[in-house]
């Protein structure tokens, strides 16, 4: 008893809706300790925000060093005389300021008058180059002009060990110098730039950051560090810049730039940003972004127009929190409106759209990155392990009621009512039917075998016999209403429509029959006396559903038909007969069934008569003479004509025809024969018997 109570709690635990929280505990632990998958499902998702804007075109450009230019000047790398030539050529076309995205760490292979050349270029013109932080250094890098507050915290920023510079006298000479170098997120792709590194104890600015700084012609651009990392920045004249604790900013990939080839440059740059990179075949390498692969030099143009446009896309530090409590607030929430379904599913539908479109209207008015599809998918997948479970139990407590239920009702009512809960309600149909009514014979003889000391035994026989009635019932697609006692009431036709309803009833009783008489064998091997059976079977209008009260309501009939259904059972002792059919079975049955007619009567408790038969069995599967039926209609027509003693006559002759199974009628007939002849009958007699027993 312990046990099965241990098993029952833990099944109402496991099926309750509230063990969701176990799912919703573990995106939440799953989000805290952020996997790869995780981090680059969110990272993704930033893509598709950023990306969403419409394009800003600025006045940038990048001029390429591509095929056309290798073509018209020669292998790579071009002599430094020709760069010099090209930045002249930019300023005398309008470049407003000039950044070499080309890293000079040797000395021109075709000689050092060339980079003589170059350095006289960059001493006459504002030009920013670019060095590489590396594994070691190489050349000298220029000091950066860069005011460090907090300077012991260098090692909390992005750190090299080593810087790969110009050659001096061009590292002397440029304007600026920035460094060249992306940190592509884990999944690769990059997103974010660093504006400063540090190498060696010093801090460099990145060649983005640089570049603005040489445009607001400002000497020097300001950090301040602190335990984590970058705690402010800032170019005097142009403000302060906005970056994570690493230094790095979220790069806007709807800033676009014009792009030219080296050789085939406007006439007027109109003041533009000139930035010149090697595009050519085997020599520059695009890298991944969320737009795709770019060009280093596009990239570095996305990045000075994200800060000369004060774009300041953010990740707050307070996001992660947020998300989290977000997701259990609304898990928690969600699970506490599962009791009330449609509630519950709103919810979901409410909570799961707000957290997709929420980050969505953050990031278009304040740049603000929040991850959608945490707790998006959070709430989904927990909605699915609360409702998965009310599914389960549901469908547990289905099969239940179809294992108890469909023990004493038709199993086609039980599916019809899982598939259709809906039908569950107070009222009925009115529809065409055939109802079946029983009745044990030789019941009070059978339980006084038992005595007062084996009711337990009579009680398991009686459920013998209801199961042997119910085979033929369920075989034949009836459905069992209830037993009533030793009786039994069953349809055909509802609650699966069937408009052969009257022959599946009529073969149904005479199953029946058969049925009992197996429960006979039974029976006599018990030492116990044998039972029979009436039933009496009649098609009409009925009214069909679930009949009763608000409280206590069942799937029923009522009406007329079923009244007359259960009269005619009551006949069939009276009748020497087994089973009795009405009228309107009988027009449905008699093209499939031998039917003989027995009477004309009028039940207890009606006025009108009813002509009612017994069916004999499938015409396919008897061998009875024409000649036979005829003689037993024709008694029946002189038994009209009141001509008795004939009658009488015709029923003699009769038995032992047809079986022998109507000879227990024809003996009641000719008894009835014999009592109408001492009845004066009027001349337009109709021949109704009135009955005056049920």
């Not at 833990?10 to 929280?21: G, Q, V």
């Not at 930045?87 to 309008?94: E, T, V």
């Not at 569950?424 to 006084?448: C, P």
């Not at 009522?558 to 089973?579: C, N, W």
């Amino acid at each position: 008893m312990i046990l099965g109570l241990w098993q029952y709690k833990m099944k109402r635990i496991l099926l309750s809706p509230w063990t969701a929280l176990i799912t919703l505990a573990i995106i939440l632990a799953i989000r805290i300790a952020d996997p790869v998958f995780v981090e680059s499902v969110r990272l993704r998702y930033f893509d598709t925000l950023i990306t969403s804007k419409a394009p800003t075109e600025n006045n940038i450009y990048t001029v390429n060093i591509d095929e056309a230019t290798l073509d018209r000047y020669g292998q790579w790398p071009l002599p430094r005389d020709r760069y010099a030539k090209l930045i002249q050529d930019l300023y005398n076309r309008g470049a407003g300021l000039v950044v070499f995205n080309i890293l000079m760490a040797e000395p021109d292979r075709t000689g050092a008058i060339k980079d003589v050349a170059l350095s006289r270029v960059l001493e006459q013109y504002s030009v920013v180059l670019s060095n590489l932080p590396a594994a070691k250094t190489k050349n000298s890098p220029q000091p950066p002009g860069s005011a460090v507050l907090g300077p012991e915290y260098l090692d909390r920023i992005i750190t090299y060990p080593g810087m790969i510079a110009n050659i001096p006298m061009l590292e002397e000479m440029a304007y600026g110098i920035g460094t060249v170098n992306t940190l592509p997120e884990i999944d690769g792709v990059n997103r974010r730039i660093p504006l400063i590194v540090a190498v060696n104890g010093q801090l460099y600015p990145s060649l983005s950051i640089e570049t603005l700084r040489v445009l607001a012609q400002d000497t020097t651009f300001q950090v301040k560090l602190n335990e984590l990392g970058v705690e402010k920045m800032r170019i005097p004249k142009f403000g302060p810049v906005t970056t994570d604790n690493l230094g790095r900013i979220w790069i806007d990939w709807s800033q676009r730039n014009k792009t030219v080839s080296a050789v085939d440059l406007p006439t007027d740059f109109g003041g533009a940003v000139v930035i010149v990179g090697v595009t050519a075949a085997g020599i520059g390498n695009p890298v991944p972004t969320p737009v795709g692969a770019v060009w280093p030099s596009d990239v570095q143009a996305s990045v000075i127009a994200t800060m000369i446009n004060n774009v300041v896309i953010q990740r707050p530090g307070w996001a992660d929190g947020a998300e989290l409590i977000s997701l259990a607030l609304a898990g928690i929430l969600l699970l506490f409106l599962t009791r009330w379904t449609y509630a519950g599913l709103a919810t979901v539908g409410i909570l799961a759209v707000s957290s997709a479109i929420i980050p969505y209207y953050l990031y278009l008015d304040f740049l603000f990155l929040f991850d959608a599809t945490v707790v998006t998918v959070g709430i989904i997948l927990v909605a699915l392990h609360a409702y998965g479970v009310k599914f389960v139990s549901e469908f547990l407590q289905k099969q239940q009621i179809k294992r108890q239920f469909g023990s004493y009702v038709n199993p086609t009512i039980v599916e019809r009512l899982q598939q259709h809960p809906e039908l569950i309600r107070l009222g009925g149909e009115k529809r065409e039917l055939s109802v079946v009514m029983t009745d044990m014979r030789n019941f009070t003889a059978l339980g006084e075998s038992y005595g007062e000391a084996g009711v337990e035994d009579f009680t398991r026989v009686m459920n013998s016999y209801m199961t042997a009635l119910s085979v033929p019932i369920l075989k034949n697609d009836g459905t069992l209403i209830k037993f009533i006692g030793d009786a039994s009431l069953h349809i055909h036709g509802a609650p699966i429509e069937d408009p052969d309803h009257a022959c599946r009833a009529v073969q149904t009783a005479l199953d029946m029959i058969e049925a009992v008489k197996g429960f006979n064998q039974d029976l006599a091997v018990l030492g116990k006396p044998p039972v029979g059976m009436g039933a009496g079977v009649n098609t009409g209008e009925i009214i069909v559903g679930n009949i009763g009260a608000k409280t206590k309501f069942g799937y029923d009939v009522l009406g007329d038909a079923v009244s007359i259904a259960a009269r005619l059972e009551g006949q069939t002792k009276g009748y020497g007969v087994l089973v009795i059919i009405g009228p309107n079975t009988n027009e449905l049955v008699r093209h499939k069934y031998i039917t003989l007619k027995l009477d004309y009567i009028a039940v207890k408790g009606k006025k009108e008569g009813l002509h009612i038969y017994t069916p004999l069995g499938r015409r396919d599967q008897l061998a009875i003479s024409n000649a036979d039926v005829q003689m037993h209609a024709a008694m029946q027509q002189l038994y009209r004509q009141q001509k008795f003693d004939n009658a009488a006559r015709f029923c003699r002759d009769l038995k032992g025809r047809f079986g022998g199974v109507m000879d227990h009628y024809y003996d009641i007939w000719i008894e009835r024969c014999e009592q109408m002849k001492q009845v004066k009958l009027p001349a337009d007699w109709d021949g109704m018997y009135r009955a005056t027993s049920k």
